[in-house]
């Protein structure tokens, strides 16, 4: 069982420059998510999915699009890079929203340096 | 707006000692808590997880409490390990849709042999 997966580990772009970052669950999760970790403020969300077919946006969406067309995959795409989007990018998934004992799992990590 | 303080955010302790991890939040209609271990260079992998009308939850040597009327939850670890060193997350997921998270800046413990 492999969980959550993400990819690439390590990425550099350049400034103006556009990519996708991976993940993809195999539990059968309803629930995905996109967060980024900064030195100093902890995780924030940036776009989330109940399901495929369904995105909405979280605390900093702003500069980036997510598509669920299926169960298993959750893609973050960067637009148009900024140095401001370097950071620690990670991918979560549950089981199903509205029960409040499931625990969420997160990927390792995709780490992203824009220059 | 929900607001998840972790007071300090490193602490240093030599093994064997058992400690406190702090969480706080401002706003006590919260649908579960939940506190994570992150190694460097890792994900995150969920220790305990709290449902609101719990108070607490045990696993191992460790214990974790909610108190939603003062808006805290602590993290106490027994016997502190090495291996226990790492960066630790509390997280509150505010209500049933969507199972979104809001996290503290978390607490880097480093325990010494």
């Known amino acids: 069982n492999a969980g959550v997966t993400q990819t690439p580990k390590f990425q550099v772009l350049k400034t103006g420059q556009s990519m996708t970052l991976q993940c993809a669950q195999d539990m059968n999760h309803e629930y995905m998510s996109w967060y980024r970790q900064d030195p100093g403020m902890g995780l924030r969300l940036i776009h989330y999915s109940v399901g495929a077919g369904i995105t909405d946006q979280g605390e900093v969406p702003n500069g980036y699009n997510v598509s669920r067309s299926t169960t298993e995959d959750f893609p973050l795409r960067l637009l148009s890079a900024a140095p401001s989007q370097t950071s620690v990018y990670f991918c979560a998934s549950s089981i199903q929203t509205g029960i409040s004992g499931n625990t969420i799992y997160f990927g390792e990590g995709s780490w992203l340096t824009v220059v | 707006k929900q607001e998840v303080t972790q007071i300090p955010a490193a602490l240093s302790v030599p093994e064997g000692e058992n400690l406190v991890l702090n969480c706080s939040f401002t706003?006590?209609?919260?649908?579960?808590l939940q506190w994570f271990r992150q190694d460097p260079g890792k994900g995150l992998t969920s220790l305990l997880l709290i449902q609101s009308s719990q108070r607490e939850q045990t696993s191992g040597r460790l214990n974790a409490s909610l108190d939603k009327s003062s808006g805290r939850s602590t993290l106490y670890i027994a016997a502190s390990q090495p291996g226990d060193s790492a960066t630790y997350l509390c997280a509150i997921r505010g209500d049933n849709q969507g199972g979104k998270l809001i996290f503290g800046q978390g607490t880097e413990l480093s325990v010494k042999p």
């Open positions: 706003d006590s209609a919260i649908y579960n």
